[in-house]
């Protein structure tokens, strides 16, 4: 029995229909490599078994605390149905691209049972005209909670249901039985030391979160950053529907490296939000919506968790809040100031945000989180408060991924990821890679952002303008490189001088 840190519980607490804390990725495979070229549902089940009987992970659903005084436990079910939790559906045809989001978008408006283990996965047949996609392939949805995994965690635990090899061993180890469940006694033993500790919880937070707010502002003044002291409003920054929304793209990280020799001390990181912005400042051109005096403000998480807990469930993140520069026309002023930011913002993300929100969630009791998250789920008040324009997050994909994955002997083509939108921020963009490709998922509000298409054509055209940048820079270092060669040929006795290479 687990309990879940005031991180996990606040997702719990802000789950809503209207916003749904899940967290998403769609997966692409064709069973043309599979025995027989033919993936049963029977054989999905069996493997899907033989992956999680070495695990318990997948069984745990949230016990609450006697009257709900403290945030609850992860307890293992006893009632665990493994078929409850595999869905199986055939995508309306002509089983294209569109109608693939299409499906998953509305599976993503929709909130988990929490009543069970807090995940699903959906199997999508008919998959017969997506481009680059064998006819007869199917797709699958994975939708976890996010108050049981934060994204690190959960790309590592979904990677569990991969494979390197088509042909698998079903795993004969079996979890021992699952443990009694306590009694009502026990479960108040749990809960009385910590509301009589609370105060002194409360009081050391308070102290820490003082303490860090002070060296939070200390750094900032220290910087002496240009950057605008307030987020500007947007489209996306409003209520949110629960309709949702989704489109994904794939960039090659060869050509995204090309670019990141635009910019001094650029990562690729970096790139990716400066594509992003790019896309973000045509289209809210094209709606005539563009802040243009005013930066578009990213919130990006920030991985704290170590190798030996990339497992764990839960969530162990910081936060960064990063402008992305849309107010700026050329693309490599943009990504310079970008990269400077990040230069500035992830330091402070690792050694001061990270204790500061640990340090907010220990100094509230559980019954103030929950009422606050209902009362914003109500209320929706943090809509008004325009803390962030979008979300970017970026998990990098399996360790080993550019050799081949497979799902039940299926070759696994494309992993896309799903981030959640909330009151007050419904455009998020998920960020992964496979096979030496970025991956892109843009999940966001319909009502927001009624024309996704559009706004991944925006995208794909800030990558070809960065594309155009790296090449121009590549031609203009060629071009520097070859000049002295020129001059010691013209005037002869002159001192050589040698060209730097360009460097990644």
């Known amino acids: 029995m687990k309990q879940l840190t005031p991180m996990d519980a606040q997702f719990f607490y802000s789950d809503a229909p209207h916003q749904p804390m899940v967290i998403g990725g769609l997966w692409i495979c064709d069973q043309n490599s599979a025995p027989n070229g033919l993936v049963r549902h029977k054989d999905i089940i069996r493997y899907i078994n033989s992956r999680l009987s070495s695990t318990s992970l997948f069984r745990r659903r949230l016990q609450h605390a006697p009257l709900r005084l403290d945030d609850p436990y992860w307890m293992e079910d006893k009632n665990f149905d493994l078929e409850y939790h595999i869905r199986h559906v055939g995508l309306p045809q002509p089983g294209d691209w569109r109608q693939l989001c299409i499906f998953a978008a509305r599976a993503m408006s929709r909130t988990l049972d929490m009543e069970r283990a807090p995940w699903e996965i959906t199997v999508i047949e008919g998959l017969n005209n997506v481009e680059g996609v064998p006819a007869g392939s199917f797709a699958l949805l994975l939708r976890l909670h996010h108050a049981y995994v934060d994204g690190k965690s959960g790309v590592e635990i979904t990677t569990l249901l991969m494979d390197d090899q088509v042909e698998f061993d079903e795993n004969t180890y079996r979890l021992p039985a699952p443990a009694r469940m306590p009694t009502r006694a026990q479960m108040w033993a749990k809960t009385m030391p910590r509301l009589l500790g609370q105060s002194v919880r409360s009081a050391r937070a308070g102290f820490s979160v003082a303490r860090k ?5 200390g750094q900032l003044r220290g910087e002496a950053c240009p950057d605008q002291s307030r987020v500007p409003a947007t ?7 629960p309709h949702r929304t989704y489109g994904a793209t794939r ?4 050509d995204l490296k090309q670019v990141r020799r635009c910019a001094d001390g650029a990562t690729l990181n970096d790139v990716i939000i400066a594509v992003i912005a790019g896309g973000l400042r045509r ?6 919506a563009l802040p243009v005096e005013q930066s578009l403000v990213a919130l990006c998480p920030v991985a704290m968790r170590p190798e030996s807990a990339r497992r764990d469930m839960g969530n162990l993140i910081s936060m960064m809040l990063i402008g992305m520069g849309t107010d700026l026309a050329d693309p490599q002023l943009r990504l310079q100031a970008i990269t400077e ?3 500035r913002g992830a330091p402070l993300a690792k050694e001061v945000m990270h204790e500061l929100i640990t340090a907010l969630g220990d100094m509230l009791p559980a019954p103030v989180r929950m009422i606050g998250g209902w009362l914003q789920s109500q209320l929706r008040y943090v809509s008004k408060l325009h803390l962030q324009n979008t979300l970017i997050t970026n998990v990098p994909g399996p360790t080993n991924g550019a050799e081949k994955k497979y799902f039940a002997g299926a070759e696994i083509l494309a992993t896309y990821p799903m981030v959640p939108v909330f009151d007050g921020m419904g455009l998020s963009h998920g960020i992964t890679s496979l096979y030496g490709q970025i991956i892109v998922g843009v999940l966001a509000d319909r009502q927001m952002l009624p ?3 559009v706004y991944m054509e925006c995208i794909q055209a800030s990558l070809e303008e960065y594309l155009a940048l790296a090449k121009e820079h590549a031609q203009a270092a060629a071009e520097s490189a070859q000049r002295p060669a020129k001059n010691r040929k013209r005037t002869p006795g002159t001192p050589a001088h040698t060209a730097a290479p360009a460097t990644e």
Not at 236 to 241: I, K, P
Not at 251 to 254: C, E, Q
Not at 283 to 288: D, G, Q
Request: charged share 25%; hydrophobic share 45%; no cysteine.
């Open 235 to 241: 489209l996306f920054n409003t209520r949110v529907s």
């Open 213 to 217: 707010s002070l060296q939070l502002a």
């Open 341 to 343: 930011r990040t230069q």
């Open 251 to 254: 960039w090659n990280i060869a």
């Open 451 to 453: 024309d996704m298409d």
């Open 283 to 288: 289209y809210l051109l094209r709606r005539e």
